[in-house]
C-alpha cells in the first residue's frame, strides 16, 4: 500500500513501525513529561501526525493494529545507554547471520536452581489436609548455572558450579573460546551484574 490520508506520506508497514518505536519507549524521550503515552502525545512524537486531532490520531492507531491494553509488571535497565546498546546488539546479530563462523553473537546469563524443589499450590481434596511435598532428606543446596545461547543457531553451552564468580566466569570463557575455533569476533550480551565488570573477567574477555 502506498502513501494514504491516513498515514502521509508512509505506506502502512513503515507507519506501524515508527508506532511501535515511539510507543516502547518513555514518553519523557520526547521531551512530554508523563509516564504513560496519550493520543495528543503520540501526535506530538510523531511528526507526520502534528496537526491531527485526538479522534483522528484513534483511528490511525486502530487501522494500525494498536489498541489501549494493560501494561504487565517489568523491570527495564535504567541505563541511560540502553537504546546505544540495543542498536549494537542488532548490528552484532546481522554480522553473524551474515558471516556464520566468523562472527558469533551470544546472549549469557546465570540462574540459580537448588536441591529441592519449591513449594507450590495443587490440587487437593477440600478441607484441612494439605498436600505433601515429599523432599530427600539433606541440605538443600544450590547449583549455579552459567550458559550462552548462540542467536543464530540455538546452540547452547553451560557451566556448572556450585558457585559462579570471578573464576567460574574465567574459565566460562575460555570454553566459550575453545567451543568457536574459528570465530574472529565473539560477540557476548549479557547483563549489568557487578562480576560481568570485574577486572579478571574483562582481562578474560
Known sequence: MGASPFFPPRDEARAKAEV??????????????????????????????????????????KRLGFSRKRALNFIRSPDPEYRAKWQRILRAYQQAFEQPGEVVLLFQDELTYYRQPSLERAWFQRGKRQPRAWQRAGANTKTRLSAVLDAVTGRVIYLQRSKVGVEALVQFYAQIRAAYPDARVIYLVQDNWPVHKTEAVLRAA
Open 20 to 61: 511501535e518505536e515511539v510507543l516502547r519507549q518513555s514518553p519523557q524521550r520526547y521531551g512530554i513529561l508523563r509516564s504513560r503515552w496519550r493520543l495528543q502525545d503520540v501526535g506530538r512524537a510523531l511528526a507526520w501526525l502534528n496537526g491531527v486531532s485526538e479522534p483522528g490520531i484513534y483511528k490511525v492507531l
